[in-house]
């Protein structure tokens, strides 16, 4: 059993439900995100789906509805057993679906998948484990197939490192995991409600982002999937060369044209992200004149802040939250071309770290900048055989 699966069975959760009450919008919002990534979701109508890490469902619902047929490979029980009452609830035809109760890495089946979609689990393991889930993933792919994945990095993810910072001092003393959810909500109901588009309830995100310990291994970018994908069609000539469809956020200049039938996007992402990846910081951010030299800086420091948080889970000392407070004091004084409120959010989050006694969920809650800045968290991207 994984790590991401030990946490959620220990728990017994599947945190990841959605708020569908308004169906035709969560139809409306998947549809969306399906055609950026160059996939019109009237493709879905009798494809045959592969969606491995399905949670309880929740978007599984929606390709069913569609007219999809799914195979669905989800190893967390209580994943399972939602996913079944939420199909039931839907009258969704159970010979459309078929569930499976392993991991992808035991998963066996000769069928050609339209679609194999890995969404939301992949940059939550270390690099060895993720490459066999990858492997396994990539088993199912043939030459018509369209692959979904997600991926998460230190830039994106920075600012949730940051609450996962003040999460986890606020609730040092707590040892009853609902206790801690309680508190954790209280805190950061005011953050999660500047967010419009939000449609989890804050307990699941609380569960899954402050909580979840795979949330440090958050160090899987789109250029290093990118890579992975490339590496793979070389050593594979039955499936032919890969290249990127789309990517959500669409942050990557594509200068494809209608004579250009060798290029190759998938290179574009490798050769462009790390000039690019600024961009994932915050949702505020557009196109800046930064030079290599300070997005090289700034990566040093977004990845040491992972490998501090990784530290402080273990053990909420107050050495290392010095260690990130001096970090954020670095950041803060030179990073000014980053803007007013950037450097205004991490002061915020220095005065609340430099007396983590103090800490509380109400000082959290009314934190003016930082409880509205969000990064661009998880990027999808969708990749295919190319048609030579
Ligand atoms: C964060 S949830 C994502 C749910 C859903 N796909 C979404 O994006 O909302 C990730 C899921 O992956 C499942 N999972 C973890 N390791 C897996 C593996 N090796 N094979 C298949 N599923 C796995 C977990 O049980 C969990 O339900």
């Not at 069975?9 to 160059?38: A, C, M």
């Not at 009237?42 to 007219?67: C, H, M, Q």
């Not at 967010?195 to 789109?222: C, M, Q």
């Amino acid at each position: 059993m994984n790590e991401f699966v030990r946490f959620y069975e220990e728990n017994g959760i599947s945190p990841v439900s959605q708020d569908i009450s308004d169906l035709e919008l969560h139809i409306k919002r998947r549809e969306r995100l399906y055609r950026l990534l160059g996939i019109d979701s009237r493709l879905f109508k009798d494809a045959d789906i592969l969606e491995v890490g399905a949670g309880s469902g929740y978007n599984t619902l929606v390709f069913l509805l569609l007219g999809a047929k799914v195979d669905i490979v989800e190893p967390n029980p209580v994943g399972r057993k939602e996913m079944q009452k939420l199909f039931d609830n839907y009258s969704i035809d159970p010979k459309r679906y078929r569930i499976y109760d392993c991991v992808i890495e035991k998963y066996e089946s000769s069928k050609k998948y339209d679609f194999v979609i890995a969404e939301g689990f992949l940059p939550a393991f270390g690099d060895s484990e993720r490459e066999k889930i990858l492997q396994a993933l990539l088993k199912q792919v043939s030459h018509n197939t369209y692959l979904i994945l997600t991926t998460i990095c230190e830039f994106s993810y920075f600012f949730e490192y940051l609450r996962i910072v003040l999460g986890l001092c606020l609730v040092r003393e707590v040892s009853n995991f609902s206790n801690k959810v309680q508190k954790l909500c209280v805190a950061f109901k005011s953050h999660l409600d500047s967010l419009g588009f939000a449609s989890r309830p804050i307990e699941d995100w609380v569960k899954d982002s402050i909580l979840n310990p795979t949330n440090d291994h958050f160090s899987y970018s789109l250029k290093k999937s990118a890579e992975d994908i490339r590496k793979f069609s070389i050593y594979n000539k039955e499936v032919g060369r890969f290249d990127v469809i789309g990517i959500s956020p669409n942050f990557i200049l594509n200068l494809s044209w209608y004579k250009d039938m060798g290029y190759s996007y998938i290179d574009a992402v490798i050769e462009q992200f790390d000039c690019k990846k600024y961009l994932l910081l915050s949702t505020e951010f557009k196109e800046m004149n930064l030079n290599q030299k300070t997005i090289g800086w700034l990566s040093d420091n977004v990845v040491q802040l992972r490998l501090l948080v990784h530290k402080l889970r273990k053990n909420v000392d107050f050495s290392i939250i010095e260690a990130i407070v001096e970090l954020l004091q670095q950041m803060s004084n030179n990073c000014f071309q980053l803007g007013e409120f950037f450097v205004e959010s991490l002061r915020e989050c220095i005065e609340l770290l430099k007396n983590p006694l103090e800490l509380t969920e109400y000082k959290i809650s009314a934190m003016p900048n930082f409880s509205r800045a969000w990064g661009r968290g998880q990027q999808y991207m969708s990749i295919k055989a190319i048609i030579e």
